[in-house]
């Protein structure tokens, strides 16, 4: 599970994210939307402190960081990295090696695992992800939708407690979203944790246990994704109804 309690950053004085409260419980899916620059992304990056915060108690399994009390130390921040898996909208993945040698980098590099374990679990991962048969090809030589789930192969292969994924769609053509989505799904069935930063609201409807409507750097409400979707708040509807969807039960 993961928990957060008061966390707050700020750019240039400008506050992003103020005193922002989460729990996730194991084998939950939640589904963070909401405007642009209300914080979203913001606040999946300070989970895996790829942004820094500037205070909070960020708690993941059995592993508790306060953020204070962290400052400087690199020791507690890849402890707290150990615990999450990061999927990003861009892929990441390296350029020069294969979609196996991008899955099993970080097992052999970070966890130490021998190479022929590390190829038997990356190879585990690209069949879940219906890539047994790209395991050899190059990033350049995958389409958009076979990189996300190369990437999400990478993040599942190091077994993290909880998954946070930034927009996994965003830089996807429309006709390869599906196959993302469908992998995701699969995920949900199979209890992984998950936090996803999402525009896809009728995929967080289907998949997400829970979601987390965010605007201004607050959560402005959180519950069942029928729950939130169907607000009577003014600020929700008229997102939802902008990106198309009603939300109303369907």
Partial sequence: MIE???LFK???????????DLKVRPGEVCAIIGPSGSGKTTLLRCLNYLEVPDAGVIRVGDFTLDVQRASGD??????LRRHTGMVFQQFNLFPHKTALENVTEGLIVVQKMPRAEAAERGMLWLAKMGLEDK???YPGQLSGGQKQRVAIARAMAMEPEVVLLDEPTSALDPELVGEVLLALKKLAQEGVTMVIVTHELGFAREVANKAVFMDGGAILEEGTPLEVFGSANARIRS???????SSKQD
Avoid at 239 to 245: D, N, T, Y
Wanted: glycine share 10%; hydrophobic share 50%.
């Fill in 10 to 20: 700020a750019f240039d004085g400008i506050n992003i994210l103020k005193d922002v």
């Fill in 135 to 137: 395991a050899s090809a």
């Fill in 74 to 79: 690199s020791r507690l921040i890849r402890q």
């Fill in 239 to 245: 997102f939802a109804a902008k990106l198309g969807h």
């Fill in 4 to 6: 957060v309690t008061g």
